[in-house]
């Protein structure tokens, strides 16, 4: 059993930056890859970031490449969003989540996570 617990959220102005932490309890989050995900209002939870067990991969969708950062810390248990050049189209909940994904072809699936954690708002004024 996982818990995520999200933090490092709120409001910026557009071109600003944010750091998200997603802090996991539990002694085998080391074998769990990690993803980022956003939802915003009336839209679907879409896949953000990614990263593998080690750390030594990671995955980005299309409209947040080159600007995002995804990282983890494996002693601390926590895995980072940096989020810079920030957006309006970015605003959204963000949630982080921790599954088994065996294959890195599926990694960017909602349906590969297990454990959620409660999001974290991240608004972005033009």
């Known amino acids: 059993q996982v818990q995520l617990v999200e933090s490092g959220g709120g409001l910026v102005q557009a071109g600003g930056s944010l750091r998200l932490s997603c802090a996991a309890s539990g002694r085998t989050f080391s074998t769990y890859a990690v993803g980022w995900f956003r939802q915003a209002p009336g839209k679907e939870r879409e896949f953000v970031a990614a990263?593998?067990?080690?750390?030594?991969?990671?995955y980005y969708a299309d409209s947040v490449k080159g600007r995002f950062t995804i990282s983890r810390d494996n002693a601390k248990n926590t895995v980072y969003l940096q989020m810079n050049s920030l957006k309006p189209e970015d605003t959204a909940v963000y949630y982080c989540?921790?599954?088994?994904?065996?294959?890195?072809?599926?990694?960017?699936?909602?349906?590969?996570?297990?454990?959620w954690g409660q999001g974290t708002q991240v608004t972005v004024s033009s």
């Open positions: 989540a921790a599954g088994v994904v065996r294959y890195s072809l599926y990694i960017r699936s909602l349906r590969q996570y297990d454990y």
């Open positions: 990263i593998t067990r080690s750390g030594g991969s990671t």
